[in-house]
């Protein structure tokens, strides 16, 4: 049943509560952090600082049940939260706990694995990193080789993993790994809870254009894994990670993640040459409009009014459209920039001021949104499929 929306003056005296906390706790640093963020996520450490402050204060997992640690506010109140958490520069949280195993573990996890790991990722004592894609097996995930066999009490994982985001960062990866290679190919595949700093596992950054190196290659050699750490059954981790999609699929490309762009654009308006300015202003506007759109599925997403059957073609169609969105603003950006735009960055404090440098970095970082958590081709199949049937 969704929640009945609050009325005006509630919400009112929600963001002014807001704002106070944020006034306080985000710090000039914070701050700076915040708007430096190109990636799909900011600076490490600030990352840190800002989950403990938000744990501390009680605001850590708004989306998560009360009874696990959520706040309890509606889906108003946490857009509202998001937004001003935005419009203040807060530093965009590594959340691969909070957004996707913690929710996993709440519907799927055994009463042993939620009161491990549920805590950890409340506090931010534990980041989790995802560890599926592997050469040859993304869009075609399935095809995924590195192996898991059974040794008593544990599974020994061997194989490689690539394009881990925060793998050299986290303490945790969950994993899908093959435990049988006999059947179809969706057969035979589990899902496991691995501990990151166990014996036989390397990390390798990439580095990538935009000038950091978000994610890595992961060398998995004879490494122990307990059995108790497997999520639903052993071969049957598909299921499971479709059950995780759903949360990943909605998450990773949010309207709070598109806000903070919008307003960099804003701010290069300001200082952008006569010409560009003028033609930028004008697909301002139809910008601001088609976030306003999405930003309304989000809620209604958020506010569980849709049936769970709409749930998979509309994170689809979400990630696709935030993804597209996205990517035009920081043509936009690039726009502004004008001859500017040629500089690469070579301090945090460059990317957090408006200029050329942080326009081309941003430009390049989000080139990668119409690849990660499924590319732009393989969610026009899912709506397509929807077409069809
Ligand atoms: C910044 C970034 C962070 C990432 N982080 C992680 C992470 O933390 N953990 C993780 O496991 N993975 C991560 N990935 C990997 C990501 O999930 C894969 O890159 C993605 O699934 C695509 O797989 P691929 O790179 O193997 O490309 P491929 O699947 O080989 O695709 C190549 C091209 O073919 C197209 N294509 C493939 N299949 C079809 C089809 N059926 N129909 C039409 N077109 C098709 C694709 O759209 C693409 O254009 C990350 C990727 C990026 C860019």
Request: aromatic share 6%.
């Amino acid at each position: 049943m969704p929640h009945a929306r609050p009325s005006r003056s509630s919400e009112v005296r929600f963001r002014t509560r807001v704002r106070r906390f944020l006034d306080d706790a985000l710090t000039e640093d914070l701050r700076a952090a915040g708007r430096a963020t190109i990636g799909t996520h900011s600076e490490i450490g600030a990352c840190r600082i800002w989950h403990q402050r938000l744990h501390r204060q009680g605001w850590i997992a708004p989306a998560w049940p009360q009874a696990h640690g959520g706040t309890g506010w509606n889906a108003t109140e946490r857009l509202i939260f998001d937004q001003e958490c935005a419009a203040n520069d807060a530093p965009v949280l590594f959340a691969g706990g909070l957004r996707n195993v913690g929710p996993l573990l709440i519907a799927l996890g055994s009463e042993a694995q939620k009161s491990r790991y549920l805590s950890p990722i409340l506090s931010g004592d534990e980041f989790w990193c995802q560890g599926y894609s592997e050469a040859g097996a993304g869009s075609d995930l399935a095809a995924l080789r590195t192996r898991a066999h059974r040794d008593g009490d544990e599974y020994l994982v061997n194989g490689t993993k690539i394009w881990t985001t925060g793998a050299n960062h986290a303490e945790k990866m969950f994993a899908l790994v093959r435990t049988d290679a006999s059947g179809k190919p969706q057969h035979g595949i589990t899902f496991l809870l691995i501990d990151m700093r166990s014996p036989g596992i390397t990390t390798r950054p990439v580095q990538t254009i935009h000038g950091e190196a978000e994610f890595n290659e992961v060398h998995f050699e004879d490494v122990r894994v307990p059995v108790e750490d497997r999520v639903g059954a052993e071969d049957d981790g598909w299921s499971v990670a479709k059950q995780l999609m759903l949360y990943a699929r909605a998450s990773n490309t949010t309207c709070a993640l598109l806000r903070r762009t919008l307003r960099r654009v804003q701010e290069m308006l300001v200082t952008a040459m006569p010409e560009a300015r003028h033609s930028a202003r004008n697909r301002l506007t139809d910008v601001e409009l088609r976030l306003a759109v999405i930003e309304r599925l989000e809620y209604d997403a958020a506010s569980g009014q849709q049936d769970a059957g709409d749930r998979s073609q509309n994170a689809s169609m979400m990630k696709l459209r935030a993804t597209e969105l996205h990517q035009q603003m920081t043509e936009l950006l690039l726009e502004l920039a004008g001859p500017d735009a040629c500089r690469q960055w070579r301090s945090r404090d460059e990317l957090a001021s408006p200029g050329g440098a942080y326009a081309s970095a941003k430009y390049f970082a989000t080139r990668a949104a119409s690849i990660y958590s499924g590319t732009s081709e393989v969610h026009r199949n899912i709506l397509a499929r929807v077409l069809i049937d």
